[in-house]
């Protein structure tokens, strides 16, 4: 944990579950828990859990010229977001290459919050705010509980009146056990899930209740790599471990496009003058490699960075890989070369342990059509 210079105030109750806390971003994480990680990942598909994901950078952007700040560094048309809603995005950089993905959140005509991982992100928009009457603030005593699952929104709606009409991507200030918190319709899981923006004093005693009285419900605490099962089923990408930095090309330094990712669908159409965007557009059909899924044959999960081969050619590698225990399948995310991100591709995925027969299917393996995580009512 050298690197950690940020905590949350949650740290020892992971410790009492058994957690080194392992560092992911700065902050002291939850990676590991005295307890099998399918039974989390169970509860998130089937009932709900409860994760500390406070590692994730809050910055707040107030002033006159914050929308002009966020049109500037990300992807989305910010006249479309209005306060209380929010937008998925991405940053790029002058060569039109992934530095960040990040949620923006209008909480006011002035007034912005964008929640970015470990890429550069901040650094984006410290850049973009230069000469400009801006106001950009790091939050780390703004604490992120998410709560995932199917039942979520029931436990929720005992009390927090109005919570089974906050629609997907929206969020809402209120309160919770009479404390302040903004409560946010998003998550990493794929399925109806909100996360609960609360301040470091308070996030204890939300953590303690809600897994008290959510206990008889099947709410469970769940570690942070619970994510790792859930986002290969739902698509849902982790810089840098899906992405060239830790998986390099042989002859250029790291960086991806968005159209090698999928995550082309961030660029609000139409949308220029955003940093990289004209070397974005020009990019496209250039792709180098594409993020697409493999499924594989047996329950033998593939390794991470596993090689992927066909025809005895070096074709791609597994950048995240899981069984499912509810679906009885072995899946994962791959990078693959471009003639064989084509679904029923046959590939060889070779493990450490041997080789293992697979196929190239798209992404989402879970929930194509999104129907859970936007479910009403």
Same mark, same amino acid.
């Given at each position: 944990?050298?690197?950690?210079?940020?905590?949350?105030t949650?740290?020892?109750?992971?410790?009492?579950?058994?957690?080194?806390?392992?560092?992911?971003?700065?902050?002291?994480t939850?990676?590991?828990?005295d307890?099998?990680?399918?039974?989390?990942?169970?509860a998130?598909?089937?009932?709900?859990?409860?994760?500390?994901?406070?590692?994730l950078?809050?910055?707040? +952007? !107030?002033?006159?010229? /914050?929308?002009h700040?966020?049109?500037?560094?990300?992807?989305?048309d910010?006249e479309?977001?209005y306060?209380?809603?929010?937008?998925? /995005?991405?940053m790029?950089?002058e060569?039109?290459?992934?530095?960040?993905?990040?949620?923006?959140?209008?909480?006011?005509?002035?007034?912005?919050?964008?929640?970015?991982?470990? *890429?550069t992100?901040h650094?984006?928009?410290?850049?973009?705010?230069?000469g400009?009457?801006?106001?950009?603030?790091?939050?780390?005593?703004?604490?992120?509980?998410?709560?995932q699952?199917? !039942?979520?929104v029931?436990y929720?709606?005992?009390?927090?009146?109005?919570?089974?009409?906050?629609?997907?991507?929206?969020?809402?200030?209120?309160?919770?056990?009479?404390?302040?918190?903004?409560?946010?319709? !998003?998550?990493? !899981?794929?399925?109806?899930?909100?996360? +609960?923006?609360?301040?470091?004093?308070?996030?204890?005693?939300?953590?303690?209740?809600i897994?008290? @009285?959510g206990?008889?419900?099947g709410?469970?605490?769940?570690?942070?790599?619970?994510?790792?099962?859930?986002?290969?089923?739902s698509?849902?990408?982790?810089?840098?471990?899906?992405?060239?930095?830790?998986?390099?090309?042989?002859n250029?330094?790291?960086?991806?496009?968005?159209?090698?990712? *999928?995550?082309?669908f961030?660029?609000s159409?139409?949308?220029?003058?955003?940093?990289?965007a @004209?070397?974005h557009?020009?990019?496209?059909?250039?792709?180098?490699?594409?993020?697409?899924?493999?499924?594989?044959?047996g329950? @033998?999960p593939a390794? @991470?960075? /596993?090689?992927?081969?066909?025809? *005895?050619?070096?074709?791609?590698?597994?950048?995240?890989?899981?069984?499912?225990?509810?679906?009885?399948?072995?899946?994962?995310?791959?990078r693959?070369?471009?003639?064989c991100a084509?679904?029923?591709?046959?590939?060889?995925?070779r493990?450490?342990?041997?080789?293992?027969? /697979?196929?190239?299917?798209?992404?989402?393996?879970?929930?194509?059509?999104k129907t859970?995580?936007?479910a009403k009512?």
């Open positions: 944990m050298t690197a950690s210079w940020r905590f949350s949650l740290a020892d109750r992971h410790r009492a579950l058994g957690s080194k806390l392992e560092d992911w971003s700065g902050m002291g939850a990676w590991t828990y307890k099998d990680a399918d039974e989390e990942y169970i998130i598909r089937t009932k709900a859990g409860l994760m500390d994901v406070s590692g950078k809050k910055v707040h +952007i !107030t002033g006159p010229h /914050a929308s700040l966020i049109d500037l560094a990300t992807t989305r910010v479309k977001i306060p209380g809603k929010s937008a998925y /995005a991405c790029l950089n060569a039109g290459k992934f530095t960040d993905d990040c949620i923006l959140y209008r909480t006011g005509p002035n007034a912005w919050m964008v929640v970015h991982g470990s *890429g992100g650094e984006e928009l410290q850049r973009a705010s230069v400009r009457d801006v106001s950009l603030r790091f939050d780390d005593n703004l604490h992120d509980l998410s709560l699952g199917p !039942t979520s029931d929720l709606a005992k009390h927090v009146p109005g919570i089974r009409d906050l629609n997907y991507f929206h969020h809402m200030q209120t309160q919770l056990f009479g404390l302040p918190v903004m409560i946010s319709r !998003t998550g990493y !899981t794929g399925e109806r899930g909100y996360e +609960i923006f609360c301040r470091g004093q308070d996030a204890g005693t939300i953590w303690d209740r897994l008290d @009285e206990k008889s419900a709410i469970i605490p769940c570690r942070f790599t619970t994510l790792d099962m859930l986002r290969v089923e698509y849902l990408l982790f810089y840098p471990y899906d992405n060239s930095q830790k998986y390099p090309f042989d250029e330094g790291p960086g991806d496009t968005l159209w090698e990712l *999928g995550l082309d961030t660029v159409p139409g949308k220029t003058g955003f940093r990289g @004209e070397e557009y020009r990019l496209k059909g250039k792709e180098r490699f594409k993020i697409y899924g493999v499924l594989l044959d329950k @033998e390794d @991470e960075g /596993a090689p992927i081969y066909r025809d *005895g050619k070096k074709v791609g590698v597994v950048t995240c890989a899981m069984y499912s225990p509810l679906v009885k399948k072995s899946m994962g995310i791959a693959l070369d471009v003639d084509v679904k029923d591709t046959k590939l060889e995925i493990n450490k342990s041997g080789a293992i027969k /697979a196929t190239a299917q798209p992404l989402p393996f879970d929930d194509p059509k859970k995580r936007t009512g």
